[in-house]
């Protein structure tokens, strides 16, 4: 048997002439569309794509649980990374398993199997204690019901993650004064939740998950009680969270306005991403 055919020089020389004539065009190309998408970038046309590290990935996840006798497999496997910086929405009918995802991925509740890391951190290896303390620094929540404590003003309100994560009282005035502002609420810091609108109260509960600057915010349903005016300021303010803080955001939602503007639409149906 033969060993491979030599290559002429003469060939060499012609393919390194061949690199030579198309290297300078290539690298203006690259240029050109780089400066190109800045410009579409800058100009909202498009959105941003990922350029973070890996902040949260779900391998192989499962979760069943048992109604009476019967076993409901509410995730069959589900994988899937989010990065520093993006804007995901979980969107599937009832019962695909989009809530069931959310609270796996903030370590509410412990999967059949399969894993869930944040931040370099495995959440289905740590103790309820460990686990506890770790949401407590890097993962705010956000739900549906607002589910503020009535007999506390608003800043109170926001104050108890400060006072959850041992922060120094000092500290904890000058970040509820900072989050007020940030969510249009400053003038209502002084406020029982009665006397706030449902907007307000949403986007105070918005301020309280961000009291720890955290690293990612989980929301389920943060819109479904709001009407489409507050809904809209709300989706507004998720965006400016992620501009102006840097915070991941993954929503459940079934708003299709949402899942139009996020980053990325990842869809369940029946336990698995379809």
Known sequence: MGGPKKVS???IKAFIDLFDNHAAGAVKAIRDYHLAHEKLLTAGLIKATHSGKLLLSVQDLTKSYKVGRQKVEALKGV????YEGEFIA????????????LQLMGGLDKPTSGSVTVDGVVLTKMSDRKLSEFRGRTIGFVFQFFYLQPFLKLGRNLEVAGMFARSK????????SELATAVSLADRVDHLPKELS??????AAIARALFNNPKIILADEPTGNLDSVNSQAIIELFEKIRTEFGTTIVIVTHDKEIARRADREIQLRDGVIV
């Open 9 to 11: 020089d003469k060939k």
């Open 79 to 82: 994988s899937l990374d989010v």
């Open 90 to 101: 979980l969107t599937g009918s009832s019962g695909s398993g989009k809530s069931t995802l």
């Open 169 to 176: 009282r000092h500290d904890r005035k000058d970040r509820i």
């Open 198 to 203: 449902g907007g307000q109260m949403q986007r």
